[in-house]
């Protein structure tokens, strides 16, 4: 939601704070959601093969429709983790493309 109120923010003001916030609410976005589901991915693993030395018990024997909606949002949860990279290098060429190659952190000329 605070992302699309910059978006209609940015679309009236065009400035470059704008892009600038928003490019860091999405790299957030992205590292908080692909660290959720490397956290479930690796927790789901230890579910499938169980782990003797902290006798943990493997799950998928008993839960087997457990373990296939596991799998199937862990591989859904990492898809959406490549659509919001996208989005992400959407908004990095948007904010980039405003700033000159030849000199560090300047604006490009107008004329």
């Not at 609410?25 to 230890?46: E, M, N, P």
């Not at 949002?73 to 959407?90: G, R, T, W």
Request: contains cysteine; hydrophobic residues 50%; charged residues 10%.
């Amino acid at each position: 939601m605070v992302q699309l109120g910059f978006g209609w923010y940015g679309v009236a003001q065009k400035t470059s704070n704008s892009k600038w916030i928003s490019y860091i609410l999405d790299q957030t976005a992205v590292y908080v959601v692909f660290s959720g589901a490397s956290a479930a991915a690796q927790h789901s693993l230890l579910v499938v093969t169980g782990s003797r030395e902290l006798q943990w018990m493997k799950w998928c024997y008993k839960f087997t429709r457990f373990c296939f909606q596991i799998g199937s949002a862990i591989i859904l949860n990492y898809i959406a983790v490549m659509l919001m990279v996208i989005l992400s290098f959407l908004s990095a060429f948007n904010l980039f493309r405003l700033y000159s190659p030849k000199r560090y952190f300047q604006f490009k000329s107008s004329s």
